[in-house]
């Protein structure tokens, strides 16, 4: 794949360009520098194609040994490209690489941890406390941002629709997925609020979602 490491795969809308895809191709570019094993790419359309159809696009469109897709309004850590430069750059033949992420539910703030461990889909708007008060992780199977051998993730094509097409994937993909690294660390932020967000947040049982054979 052009000893290209990293696809970071982004899909955006016109109207979003300056407010996020602007700022977090920006962010990117700074952390890549001069590196050339680093792609960054995005799929702009008029509202034609489904999120869910971008983001099969986007895994067929990526040259990097492995993709991890991240919305337009999500965020990263300073460290994520050298995290996962490093992590890549180790000849890994795995099928994901799992990292965390910071999860904002209308200000509400937690961590998701990702593993192929956790095979049940916990749901962001169920954020729980210990007896002290403190934030409990969210565990979920790697999702879609998390960084996916390429070649593998191919064959799972993403729900053609706006909404739940992140989980078809999932499912699908966690069911053959046999190998990772799970790196204990924060690389990705998501934030979701009715007033950024393009699809409307429902939180949903794995039981909902019909798995998609190839």
Known sequence: MNNIKLTVAIPTLPNRTRMYLEPLYAKLMNQIGNEKDIEVLAIMDNRVMSIGRKRTLLFLAAQGEYTCIIDDDDDVTDDFVSTLRSTITKDLNVDVICYDQE?????????????????????????????????????????????????FARQFPFGDSNSQEDTVFVMNAIEKAKTQVVLDKTLCKYKWSPTTSQAPFKAISPLEVPLVRI
């Open 103 to 151: 999860a904002n539910m209308n200000g509400r703030i937690w961590t998701v941890k990702t593993s192929l461990d956790y095979n049940q889909v916990h749901p962001y708007d169920q954020m729980q406390t210990d007896q002290n008060g403190n934030t409990i992780p969210c565990k979920r199977p790697p999702w879609h941002w998390c960084a996916w051998n390429t070649k």
